[in-house]
């Protein structure tokens, strides 16, 4: 109880502390200083027309837009004297600079003019440029320089788009083109890029895809332009088709009386339900064999009414105007048989099939969603047909198709690229990683070595077949291969030394190698004159082939001239010496050649007689052959021994054969300008 009555006394004497003082009585001060009163701020309509007024009288200046964006926009925005705005400051200048712009462009419909031409004055001095354009510079500027939002441009262009007609569109979108490199800056691009699409979306809508086709284009291109390449926002990562591009033909036969081939008619543009969305041919085999069926009636069709390339069909098609396109197909029975008769109209659906090839033919990620190996084989055939009859189709069908297997070429690299979830393009060099980090998980096994070679084989039809064919490793030839060279040799091309082939390594490296295997003469100049005399003399200027090859032919014939009598003189003093020698050598021989075959030995030594050796000499090389002369004959039917010469009867004789044989020899290689070690040993056959 004790504690109780002490809890609640110490509740009463806070609640006492807690309560109101006693009121104190009203005392006057007669010398109080006023207080300062919170600061009256203008409405908002007055601030919104003194920017409307600021900014009238700058673009009624003429003066370009760096000498009165900045004075306008710190004299619209008194008492503020800043030269970068703040959030709500930038929303005031905003809302009054759309006002104008409304007011702008009402004054150029009233006035009957052009809403970019408004206000153009045609004195000399003036620079052309209408009010509303001269608005768009002075924003401009001030969102480069970064006195206000960057967006706030974008803003605008977006409100004069809509307020504006079709013809005046064309002018303000004549005007985005001319500042895309300024409104492409990192700087406004971020701010304005998501209203940039949406303008331009909004135009594509609002345009006639018939009518309107250049300037539709003008806009995609814009946009591919203007957007990076990896915008995810341009790309159709799903590969959703348009199947609302519907082509509607005649379903039943019409009483005209023209005779044409209805069911013809009906099979041809059947086609193009397909060709709107070719992903239900991978899904549903029927649609793939009622395709098939039908693409080949058409293609014999084709065939069998050949276009002939005469000259009135390519002069019209050379004359005809460029600015009418055709982006809807005419579907009335009564034109089947002119259409048939036009090469343009051929074309447009023998692209159209080699397109739907080259999807059904794109590789996939995984093995289910591709098509099958007999889908495969028949798309293959199909697509040979095709381009035989794109060949065929005048005028210029070669280079035609040429052309569209390199763009479907290119567009493949855009597949590959799509599938893989569109990575960007740019790669940066990344630090190395600290020694003190985790170790590294395993890398991944792939079947060739890395992700990229399993891929490839993945993606490819027929890697066994690719590898062998003979077409995948093609040598130039070597006129072809210098022919960039010997351009550059001429000095009445012009081309600077610095872009001369002859500086390109790799480009002199690889021509050696192919000159060596196909001009070995031109190979062998490299080392006397350089890189430019491996070049075929055909293909060389005059000036530089007589240069090159002048002194090259000279050297060339005094050594072909000195080899010829090099090879006379050989020739004409070996024939007597070889038969003498047999003469001598040959046991068998008549006796009565003994007599010449010595009158030619002596002949031949005579000449030689400085070269001959002496007596001496021919007793010391005797010595040296280790040949012994007191030696019976051997016995008859045992092979000769070493150092026995047949038919000499005594060693006198055998002594005196040595000494011609040794003279002999010794002449020899003097003669043929060779060296010529002595024989050892000698073994002769009888």
Same mark, same amino acid.
């Given at each position: 109880k004790e504690g109780r009555k002490e809890g609640r006394a110490e509740t009463e004497r806070r609640h006492l502390?807690?309560?109101? %003082?006693?009121?104190?009585?009203?005392?006057?001060?007669?010398?109080?200083?006023?207080?300062?009163?919170?600061?009256?701020?203008?409405?908002?309509?007055?601030?919104?027309?003194?920017?409307?007024?600021?900014?009238?009288?700058?673009?009624?200046?003429?003066?370009?837009?760096?000498?009165?964006?900045?004075?306008? *926009?710190?004299?619209? *925005?008194?008492?503020?004297?800043?030269?970068?705005?703040?959030?709500?400051?930038?929303?005031?200048?905003?809302?009054?600079?759309?006002?104008?712009?409304?007011?702008?462009?009402?004054?150029?419909?009233?006035?009957?003019?052009?809403?970019?031409?408004?206000?153009?004055?045609?004195?000399?001095?003036?620079?052309?440029?209408?009010?509303?354009?001269?608005?768009?510079?002075?924003?401009?500027?001030?969102?480069?320089?970064?006195?206000?939002?960057?967006?706030?441009?974008?803003?605008?262009?977006?409100?004069?788009?809509?307020?504006?007609?079709?013809?005046?569109?064309?002018?303000?979108?004549?005007?985005?083109?001319?500042?895309?490199?300024?409104?492409g800056k990192p700087e406004l691009f971020g701010r304005g890029k998501l209203v940039m699409l949406r303008t331009c979306n909004q135009l594509l809508r609002r345009l006639s895809k018939a009518n309107d086709v250049v300037f539709c284009g003008r806009i995609l291109m814009f946009l591919a332009h203007f957007f990076p390449l990896s915008e995810r926002s341009a790309v159709n990562i799903k590969g959703v088709f348009n199947t609302s591009n519907e082509t509607k033909y005649e379903k039943e036969p019409t009483n005209d009386g023209l005779s044409i081939d209805f069911n013809f008619y009906k099979t041809f543009w059947s086609l193009q339900e397909h060709f709107s969305n070719p992903a239900?041919? =991978?899904?549903?085999?029927?649609?793939?064999?009622?395709?098939?069926?039908?693409?080949?009636?058409?293609?014999?069709?084709?065939?069998?009414? %050949?276009?002939?390339?005469?000259?009135?069909?390519?002069?019209?098609?050379?004359?005809?105007d460029n600015t009418i396109f055709d982006i809807k197909y005419l579907t009335s029975s009564k034109l089947m048989s002119l259409e048939l008769r036009d090469p343009n109209f051929r074309r447009y659906v023998l692209v159209q099939c080699l397109?739907?090839?080259?999807?059904?033919?794109?590789?996939?990620?995984?093995?289910?969603?591709?098509?099958?190996?007999t889908l495969r084989e028949e798309v293959r055939a199909r697509e040979v047909h095709v381009k035989k009859l794109l060949e065929s189709t005048p005028p210029k069908g070669v280079e035609f198709l040429a052309s569209i297997e390199h763009i479907l070429e290119r567009e493949q690299n855009w597949v590959w690229w799509k599938r893989d979830g569109c990575p960007p393009f740019e790669r940066f060099i990344s630090e190395k990683k600290a020694?003190?980090?985790?170790?590294?998980?395993?890398?991944?096994?792939?079947?060739?070595?890395?992700?990229?070679?399993?891929?490839?084989?993945?993606?490819?039809?027929?890697?066994?077949?690719? =590898? @062998?064919?003979?077409?995948?490793v093609k040598m130039p030839p070597v006129a072809e291969y210098w022919k960039p060279l010997a351009e550059d040799m001429d000095a009445m091309a012009g081309i600077e030394a610095e872009y001369h082939h002859k500086n390109n390594r790799?480009?002199?490296?690889?021509?050696?190698?192919?000159?060596?295997?196909?001009? =070995?003469?031109?190979?062998?100049?490299?080392?006397?004159h350089g890189i430019?005399?491996?070049?075929?003399?055909? =293909?060389?200027?005059?000036?530089?082939?007589?240069?090159?090859?002048?002194?090259?032919?000279?050297?060339?014939?005094?050594?072909?001239?000195?080899d010829e009598d090099v090879k006379g003189v050989i020739s004409h003093v070996e024939e007597p010496q070889v038969n003498g020698r047999v003469a001598v050598l040959d046991g068998t021989a008549p006796r009565d050649n003994d007599d010449a075959t010595a009158v030619e030995?002596?002949?031949? *030594?005579?000449?030689?007689?400085?070269?001959?050796? @002496?007596?001496?000499?021919?007793?010391?090389?005797?010595?040296? *052959?280790?040949?012994?002369?007191?030696?019976?004959?051997?016995?008859?039917?045992?092979?000769?021994?070493?150092?026995?010469?047949?038919?000499?009867?005594?060693?006198?004789?055998?002594?005196?054969?040595?000494?011609?044989?040794t003279g002999l020899e010794s002449s020899l290689p003097r003669i043929t300008g060779e060296s010529k070690p002595p024989r050892k040993r000698t073994q002769l056959d009888p």
């Open positions: 502390a807690m309560a109101d %003082p006693p009121h104190q009585p009203l005392r006057i001060h007669l010398n109080q200083p006023p207080r300062e009163r919170p600061p009256v701020h203008i409405s908002c309509h007055a601030e919104r027309d003194r920017v409307l007024e600021v900014f009238r009288e700058a673009i009624s200046r003429n003066a370009p837009a760096s000498a009165v964006a900045v004075p306008a *926009m710190q004299e619209a *925005m008194k008492p503020q004297k800043q030269t970068v705005l703040v959030q709500d400051e930038n929303q005031l200048l905003e809302n009054g600079l759309r006002t104008l712009l409304e007011e702008l462009v009402g004054a150029a419909v009233d006035a009957g003019e052009p809403a970019m031409q408004h206000g153009r004055s045609v004195d000399e001095g003036n620079d052309g440029r209408g009010l509303i354009m001269r608005l768009l510079d002075i924003v401009l500027y001030l969102c480069e320089r970064g006195h206000v939002e960057g967006g706030m441009i974008f803003q605008l262009l977006e409100d004069l788009t809509e307020v504006s007609t079709m013809k005046d569109c064309k002018e303000v979108f004549g005007y985005i083109e001319s500042k895309q490199e300024i409104l239900t041919l =991978l899904q549903n085999p029927l649609r793939w064999q009622a395709f098939s069926s039908s693409l080949e009636i058409v293609l014999d069709t084709f065939e069998a009414q %050949p276009l002939g390339d005469d000259e009135e069909t390519s002069s019209h098609l050379d004359e005809r397109i739907i090839f080259d999807y059904l033919k794109t590789p996939v990620k995984t093995d289910k969603e591709g098509p099958r190996e020694t003190h980090e985790l170790p590294k998980k395993r890398r991944a096994r792939w079947r060739l070595g890395n992700k990229e070679l399993s891929q490839l084989w993945k993606w490819a039809d027929q890697n066994p077949n690719a =590898l @062998t064919d003979p077409q995948r790799v480009y002199c490296w690889k021509g050696l190698r192919f000159s060596a295997r196909q001009d =070995l003469e031109g190979f062998s100049r490299f080392t006397e430019e005399a491996v070049v075929p003399p055909e =293909l060389l200027p005059p000036d530089v082939r007589a240069k090159l090859h002048k002194s090259g032919e000279k050297s060339k014939q005094r050594g072909a001239k000195k030995i002596d002949t031949v *030594m005579a000449t030689n007689q400085s070269d001959a050796p @002496t007596p001496e000499g021919s007793q010391k090389q005797l010595s040296e *052959m280790d040949v012994p002369t007191d030696e019976p004959p051997s016995v008859a039917g045992s092979p000769p021994e070493l150092g026995h010469i047949s038919g000499a009867s005594s060693p006198d004789e055998c002594a005196a054969t040595r000494i011609h044989i």
